[in-house]
């Protein structure tokens, strides 16, 4: 997985108003984390930049953050700095997790902000969860966020321009998603994200970035983590739902 290096200085225009804080950020976690046993280990292994890993180092859990992004590991650490949160940082995909963390270490691992597509393939995909089941303790669980890729699919190559202005540092922008949307559901597919940065004066700056993406059905994801010895205690997936959340434990 590579990618991530313009948009990461634009990040935060594709992050939603709700989720901005890394306190709210964590916050829409509060149901799986209450399953959280004291003095937990959790990692972020898909940590943007790194709303998520910093909100929970605020309620004193033991975070480690990392991406497959060069950028983004910098954002995260330089949030963690702005807020005086005890954040590990690494630059590290998937597949190179074993390298930096020991088997049966965390109590919880987050893959969420539709991370894993970028996998390539069910090959790479499998390989990648494989990593995350092997760092899980037993009973340890999974949390992964997807998008409905049946969804995605159905509406086919197109153009998606937001309709209204997002404010981030005093500064307005446009953000817009290209799909490229390939004929067979395990061909390589491409998402064109672009930011558009407006500004009164007449001036636009725009940061565009194309990536690579290999999308999956729900239940292609539910047999690949069973495959790696995880066992899917929660599903909000809804067929009509843009997204969906996963919570999958270690047996």
Not at 157 to 180: F, K
């Amino acid at each position: 997985m590579t990618g991530y290096g313009a948009l990461a200085e634009v990040y935060e225009w594709l992050i939603s108003d709700a989720k901005l804080a890394p306190a709210e950020f964590a916050a829409s976690f509060d149901d799986v984390l209450g399953l959280l046993p004291p003095n937990a280990h959790v990692l972020d292994c898909s940590c943007g930049t790194g709303q998520l890993a910093v909100g929970l180092a605020g309620r004193g859990i033991q975070i480690a953050a990392t991406d497959a992004s060069e950028a983004m590991v910098r954002r995260t650490a330089e949030l963690s700095e702005e807020f005086g949160a005890a954040v590990r940082t690494l630059r590290a995909d998937w597949n190179e997790l074993p390298d930096h963390f020991d088997d049966d270490t965390f109590d919880m691992v987050f893959c969420v902000g539709n991370s894993l597509h970028h996998a390539e393939g069910a090959r790479g995909r499998v390989a990648a969860l494989e990593s995350m089941s092997r760092l899980l303790r037993r009973g340890g669980r999974l949390v992964l966020t997807s998008r409905t890729w049946e969804l995605v699919r159905a509406r086919g190559s197109r153009m998606d321009i937001s309709d209204r202005l997002v404010r981030r540092n005093g500064r307005d922008a446009v953000v817009v998603y290209r799909w490229d949307i390939a004929s067979n559901w395990e061909d390589e597919h491409h998402i064109e994200i672009a930011i558009a940065q407006v500004d009164t004066a007449g001036p636009v700056l725009v940061r565009s970035e194309l990536l690579s993406c290999w999308p999956y059905r729900h239940d292609e994801l539910e047999a690949e983590l069973h495959r790696v010895g995880l066992r899917t205690e929660m599903s909000t997936f809804n067929p009509e739902a843009e997204n969906y959340m996963v919570v999958a434990s270690k047996a």
